[in-house]
Structure formats: C-alpha cells, structure tokens
C-alpha cells in the first residue's frame, strides 16, 4: 500500500489524539489511521484516527471491532457539504450521511 501524503497524515495526527470511537469503549492504546471511504478519496474529512481494536487491525484482527458504517458517519461528521460536493456522488453522500447522522448521532 502506498504511503499516505505526509502533510495530510501530519494534519490527521494533530487533530485526533484518541480514537474516534472512544466512548463506546474497548479502546486500546495504538493509534492507527483509517480511510473511511477507502484510499480513493485523499482528504483530511475522510481519514479518522482510530486505535487498533476498533480498526481491527494487527492481534485485533479478527476479534476487533471494525464497523465501517460507523466510521463513514465520523468521517462524515468531518465532512462539510462543501467538501462532499466535489464527488459526482454527492447525492447519494448526502443521503447516506443524513441517514448515518440519524442512526449514529448520539455515539459520540
């Protein structure tokens, strides 16, 4: 896999000293980064810090809690409609994060 850009990853890792998914607990120390929409969209709105368990990665691989759903909705909590509107799928990004607003909107 590709390196990510340095000034983006240095942005990233100055803005979230924690896991996003903090307060549902589980969290351990290891700080990774995930691309909520994959790598395709290089932007600081799409790229969430996030310990190892919940981006199931390295001894959580298999027992973490990855949830895509709810990393597309922090993402898009990052996202402004400014941001999204640079996509042609825009409408469908707009949809989706209004439905994941509702459906997450109260985990932090």
Known sequence: MKPMKKGLRDKVLERDKQCVRHLEGNCCDELTIEHAFGRKYERLWNCIALCAFHHSVYEHQDGGGLNKEINKYHAYKNATDE????????????QEKKYLTAKYGDCG
Request: charged share 40%; hydrophobic share 35%.
């Open 83 to 94: 941001d999204l509107k640079e996509f042609k799928l825009y409408p469908q990004m707009k």
